[in-house]
């Protein structure tokens, strides 16, 4: 028996990073699985990787941003498993800039995806928890939804507004079993740090410098690994976080403890 044996997990933006490795480990913990996001041959790939595990998998392609999209990925669940006792809204995306330099494109696109969805999906779910007598739901934030961030106003401030939804939430609906956390991820080294050029313009000349010269701030001076956060996620998500509702659950290597 694995943790989540019996149960159905939604999670968002499943095709890389943070979401693949909570993927790959709720599947380890026999979660049958709705995972969305919109490159199809990786979400074929992670859906593929989960059945291996011996657990039902279903990718959704999905834009997160789209409200019919988001409603689609909710009736698949349901066709498919019957019941969603899970969901972990991880789909997000970083947006750098000051309140001067920051575009109405990606504030609007910011908070579309990291604060609109994950209340879209929210809603969407509650529903069926109510029906079934109770759920979990686990949201993505980020060490910035507790702390100021430089330079990444609409990233931070979608995160602020994540942090007081988890908890907001988790007061509406403690008497329906519904629980309702956030994961709170420091610096986590994903593929996406290296296709988007994240390190470009740093002075050290390889990659390994830079990344060594940017994880020294951290207490723990290391980057967070995805399977990190996914053990974070699973604690949430299961009962071994029974009486846990309303917390933001700071995986970060110590870097908001300064
Ligand atoms: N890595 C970190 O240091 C860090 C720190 C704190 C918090 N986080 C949070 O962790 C979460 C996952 O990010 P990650 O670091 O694992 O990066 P990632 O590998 O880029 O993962 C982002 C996921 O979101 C999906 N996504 C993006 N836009 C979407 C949209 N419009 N509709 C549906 N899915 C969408 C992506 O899938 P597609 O591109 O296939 O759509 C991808 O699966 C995010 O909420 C992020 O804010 C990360």
Known sequence: MGKLTGKTAIITGATSGIGRATA???????????????????????EAECRQRGVRALFVEADQTQAGDCARVVESALEAFGQIDILFNNAGIVTKGTAESTSEEDWTQTLALNVTAVWRM??????????????????????????GGKGALPYATSKGAV?????????????????VNAVCPGDTFVERWLEKGYFEGSDPVTLEEAMRESAAYIPMQ????????????????SDDSSFVTGHLLLVDGGN???
């Open 256 to 258: 908001t403890a300064q």
């Open 24 to 46: 790959l480990l709720f599947a380890d913990e026999g979660a049958s699985l709705v995972l969305t996001g919109r490159r199809v041959d990786l979400g074929k790939a992670v």
């Open 222 to 237: 290391r980057f967070g690994q995805p399977d990190e956060i996914a053990r974070a996620a699973l604690f949430l998500a």
């Open 163 to 179: 942090a007081l939804m988890t908890k907001s939430m988790a007061l509406d609906h403690a008497h329906e079993k519904i629980r």
């Open 122 to 147: 929210c809603r969407l779910v509650i529903p069926e928890m109510r029906r079934a007598g109770g759920g979990v739901i686990v949201n993505n934030a980020s060490d910035w939804a507790v702390v």
